[in-house]
């Protein structure tokens, strides 16, 4: 079992900058691939960035240049660095763990990005 907390959400004004954390409790937690997704009102769920336990990255197009992911294996934590920040940002972040088909979530922090 995986236990995740995300905090660092907040209100912002678009070109701003905030930086997320995932704090992750549980077994084997290391093994696990982390990421940040984001669901929008009314919109689905989607990806942001994925890390895997050897350190390669990915990101959703969107994203890609402003937010960067990062993990601290000896804090158990996750980052996700948010920077140049959009309107269309603005979102509930949630945090993953995954390894194959077994998935945990946190229960979100908002993120609303405005003037």
């Known amino acids: 079992q995986v236990q995740l907390v995300e905090s660092g959400g907040g209100l912002v004004q678009p070109g701003g900058s905030l930086r997320l954390s995932c704090a992750a409790s549980g077994n084997f937690l290391n093994i696990y691939t982390k990421g940040w997704y984001r669901q929008a009102p009314g919109k689905q769920r989607e990806l942001v960035a994925t890390?895997?336990?050897?350190?390669?990255?990915n990101y959703t197009d969107s994203v890609k240049g402003r937010f960067s992911i990062s993990r601290d294996n000896a804090k158990n934590t996750v980052y996700l660095q948010m920077n140049s920040l959009k309107p269309e940002d603005t979102a509930v972040y949630y945090c993953n763990a995954a390894l194959y088909a077994i998935n945990y979530w946190g229960k979100g922090t908002l993120v609303t990005v405005s003037s």
């Open positions: 890390i895997t336990p050897g350190g390669s990255t």
